[in-house]
C-alpha cells in the first residue's frame, strides 16, 4: 500500500469515528512510519533473499484478512440521538475492527471477542455485523459465540439475501494458514493486518519482542480482565492501533502466529504501553471449543503462587531471624521457584499433597521460575482428567530439603 493510501485510509478513518478519533492520529503515525522503515530496520538480520518474503506475505495474506464493523438498531435516529417512546430504530455503527478467515468451508472468521460486543447503554435492540473484505465485496455475518476471558470470538459469513450482480460481487473464501507463536524469536520479522481506524486494510510490519509472555509478567499498569492470566501472549514492537483489533499477525511464510488486540495493553503510562497479541495456539484452542457449542471452561489448580529466586528465598531466611540482620546462611540451599502461598481447601493441589510453604521447581518436567511457567501447562482450555506432574521442595527440621512430586487433576470452572 503506498503511503498515500494509507493516509487516505487514515483520514477517512478520523471522518468515521469523529472527535474520538483525533487522538489516535499519533499512533496511526507510527503505524505509517513503521510501515514506512520497517523492512529497512531489519536489513542484516534476516537471511538473504528475506527482503522479498514479507511483501508476498502480505500479499497473499490479505486475501484472508476482512474489515468487521458491529452495528445496532438504535432508537432516536442515531447513535447520539435522544429519541423516545416509538421513536425510529436506525441502523448505526458502534465499533469496527479486523478478522481473519479461519474456516473457509464452514465460513468462520475469527477475531477479537470485544470487536462483536453489542454497545452497552445505547439503546440497542439488534447487533448486525458487517464483513468487507480485500476485494471490497460486503457480506451480513452473525455471531457464532465469542469467549471474553480471552477475548476471542467466532462469526460466520451468511448467504447474500440479494441477487447477485457483477462475477467480482461473488466471495470466494481463502483460510488462512495457521503457525505456531511458540516459534518465533525474538526480533523476528512479523505483519500486523487489519483496518486502522476503520479504514482500508492495511499492514504493519515490525518485530516480536517476547515470543512467549504471559499476563502474569505483565507491568503493574496492564489493562484487561483478570482471566486473560490463563493466555499466552505475543509482545510486539509493531504498533496496534484501534481497528486493528482481531486481525492476524503474520510470519514472513505468511502464515498466522497471533490475533491482535487493543483490550490487552502492559504499563500504565501510554507511551510505554507495548502492543500485545493472542498467541494462535490458545487462539485456536478457544475457537475449536466456540465453534462446536460447547462452553469454554478454565483449567483450576487450586494454589496461590508466588515467584521467588536464590536472593528471595535468603531474604526470607534473614526475615525469620526477627533482627533483619545479614546472616550467614553459607549452609542454606538458595532456591528458585514458585513459593505455595496458599492452597483451596479440598481444591486440586490440596488433593494432590501439596502444602503451604512449598516451592515448585518443576511442572511437566520443565523449570519453573515464573508463574507462567505453569500458567503455560494449564493451557486456556480445561479438559476433562487432565494432569500436571509438579516436583516441589519442601524444608522440615533439617536444613536441606525433601523433594515431592505430586500429580494434580486439575480442576475447571
Given at each position: 500500500?503506498?503511503?498515500?493510501?494509507?493516509?487516505?485510509?487514515i483520514?477517512?478513518g478520523?471522518?468515521?469515528?469523529?472527535?474520538?478519533a483525533?487522538?489516535?492520529w499519533?499512533?496511526?503515525?507510527?503505524?505509517?512510519a513503521?510501515?514506512?522503515?520497517g523492512v529497512?530496520?531489519?536489513?542484516?538480520?534476516?537471511?538473504?533473499g528475506a527482503?522479498?518474503a514479507?511483501?508476498?506475505?502480505i500479499a497473499?495474506?490479505?486475501?484472508s484478512?476482512?474489515?468487521?464493523e458491529s452495528w445496532?438498531?438504535?432508537?432516536?435516529g442515531g447513535?447520539?440521538g435522544?429519541?423516545?417512546a416509538g421513536?425510529?430504530?436506525?441502523?448505526?455503527?458502534?465499533s469496527?475492527?479486523?478478522?481473519?478467515?479461519?474456516d473457509a468451508e464452514e465460513?468462520?472468521i475469527l477475531?477479537n471477542?470485544?470487536v462483536l460486543?453489542?454497545?452497552?447503554g445505547?439503546?440497542?435492540?439488534?447487533t448486525r455485523?458487517?464483513?468487507?473484505?480485500?476485494?471490497g465485496?460486503?457480506r451480513?455475518g452473525?455471531?457464532?459465540a465469542?469467549?471474553?476471558?480471552?477475548?476471542?470470538?467466532l462469526?460466520r459469513?451468511?448467504e447474500?439475501r440479494?441477487?447477485?450482480?457483477a462475477?467480482s460481487?461473488?466471495?470466494?473464501l481463502v483460510e488462512?494458514p495457521l503457525?505456531k507463536?511458540?516459534?518465533l524469536?525474538r526480533?523476528?520479522?512479523v505483519?500486523?493486518?487489519g483496518a486502522p481506524?476503520?479504514g482500508?486494510?492495511?499492514a504493519?510490519?515490525?518485530?516480536?519482542e517476547s515470543?512467549a509472555?504471559?499476563?502474569?509478567e505483565?507491568?503493574a499498569?496492564q489493562?484487561?480482565?483478570?482471566p486473560?492470566l490463563?493466555?499466552?501472549l505475543?509482545?510486539?514492537?509493531a504498533p496496534i492501533v484501534q481497528?486493528n483489533?482481531?486481525g492476524?499477525v503474520?510470519?514472513?511464510?505468511?502464515?498466522?502466529v497471533?490475533?491482535?488486540s487493543?483490550?490487552?495493553q502492559?504499563?500504565a503510562?501510554p507511551g510505554?504501553r507495548?502492543?500485545?497479541a493472542?498467541?494462535?495456539e490458545?487462539?485456536d484452542a478457544?475457537?475449536k471449543?466456540?465453534?462446536?457449542g460447547?462452553q469454554?471452561r478454565?483449567p483450576?489448580?487450586?494454589?496461590?503462587?508466588?515467584a521467588i529466586d536464590?536472593v528471595?528465598?535468603?531474604?526470607r531466611?534473614?526475615?525469620?531471624a526477627?533482627?533483619?540482620?545479614?546472616a550467614?546462611?553459607?549452609?542454606v540451599?538458595?532456591?528458585a521457584?514458585?513459593?505455595v502461598r496458599?492452597?483451596?481447601?479440598?481444591g486440586?493441589a490440596?488433593?494432590a499433597?501439596?502444602?503451604v510453604?512449598d516451592?515448585?521447581?518443576?511442572c511437566?518436567?520443565?523449570r519453573?521460575?515464573?508463574?507462567?511457567d505453569?500458567?503455560?501447562?494449564?493451557?486456556?482450555?480445561?479438559?476433562?482428567?487432565?494432569?500436571?506432574h509438579?516436583q516441589?521442595l519442601r524444608w522440615g527440621?533439617?536444613?536441606e530439603?525433601?523433594r515431592?512430586q505430586a500429580s494434580?487433576e486439575?480442576?475447571?470452572?
Amino acid at each position: 500500500m503506498s503511503s498515500g493510501a494509507v493516509w487516505a485510509s487514515i483520514a477517512a478513518g478520523s471522518r468515521e469515528h469523529g472527535p474520538a478519533a483525533s487522538g489516535l492520529w499519533s499512533a496511526a503515525a507510527a503505524v505509517l512510519a513503521a510501515s514506512a522503515v520497517g523492512v529497512a530496520s531489519c536489513a542484516g538480520a534476516d537471511d538473504e533473499g528475506a527482503e522479498d518474503a514479507m511483501p508476498a506475505a502480505i500479499a497473499k495474506a490479505m486475501g484472508s484478512t476482512v474489515r468487521i464493523e458491529s452495528w445496532a438498531y438504535v432508537s432516536g435516529g442515531g447513535f447520539w440521538g435522544s429519541g423516545g417512546a416509538g421513536a425510529a430504530l436506525v441502523p448505526t455503527k458502534v465499533s469496527s475492527g479486523s478478522g481473519v478467515v479461519y474456516d473457509a468451508e464452514e465460513r468462520l472468521i475469527l477475531t477479537n471477542a470485544h470487536v462483536l460486543d453489542s454497545p452497552v447503554g445505547m439503546g440497542g435492540v439488534a447487533t448486525r455485523v458487517k464483513v468487507v473484505f480485500s476485494g471490497g465485496q460486503v457480506r451480513e455475518g452473525r455471531v457464532v459465540a465469542v469467549d471474553r476471558d480471552c477475548d476471542i470470538g467466532l462469526l460466520r459469513i451468511e448467504e447474500p439475501r440479494w441477487r447477485l450482480g457483477a462475477e467480482s460481487e461473488r466471495v470466494e473464501l481463502v483460510e488462512a494458514p495457521l503457525g505456531k507463536s511458540s516459534a518465533l524469536a525474538r526480533g523476528e520479522r512479523v505483519a500486523v493486518l487489519g483496518a486502522p481506524l476503520g479504514g482500508s486494510l492495511g499492514a504493519t510490519v515490525g518485530t516480536v519482542e517476547s515470543p512467549a509472555f504471559l499476563a502474569d509478567e505483565m507491568a503493574a499498569g496492564q489493562r484487561g480482565p483478570p482471566p486473560l492470566l490463563y493466555t499466552q501472549l505475543v509482545r510486539l514492537a509493531a504498533p496496534i492501533v484501534q481497528g486493528n483489533s482481531g486481525g492476524p499477525v503474520i510470519n514472513r511464510a505468511g502464515e498466522v502466529v497471533a490475533i491482535a488486540s487493543t483490550a490487552i495493553q502492559t504499563g500504565a503510562d501510554p507511551g510505554s504501553r507495548k502492543p500485545l497479541a493472542i498467541s494462535i495456539e490458545d487462539a485456536d484452542a478457544v475457537a475449536k471449543v466456540l465453534r462446536s457449542g460447547a462452553q469454554v471452561r478454565r483449567p483450576v489448580l487450586g494454589a496461590a503462587l508466588e515467584a521467588i529466586d536464590e536472593v528471595d528465598s535468603v531474604w526470607r531466611l534473614d526475615a525469620e531471624a526477627g533482627d533483619g540482620a545479614q546472616a550467614d546462611h553459607s549452609d542454606v540451599r538458595a532456591v528458585a521457584g514458585l513459593l505455595v502461598r496458599g492452597l483451596a481447601s479440598g481444591g486440586p493441589a490440596e488433593r494432590a499433597g501439596l502444602r503451604v510453604g512449598d516451592v515448585i521447581v518443576r511442572c511437566n518436567g520443565r523449570r519453573t521460575r515464573l508463574k507462567g511457567d505453569v500458567l503455560r501447562e494449564l493451557g486456556p482450555v480445561a479438559q476433562a482428567g487432565r494432569r500436571i506432574h509438579v516436583q516441589a521442595l519442601r524444608w522440615g527440621e533439617g536444613v536441606e530439603p525433601t523433594r515431592v512430586q505430586a500429580s494434580v487433576e486439575l480442576g475447571q470452572r
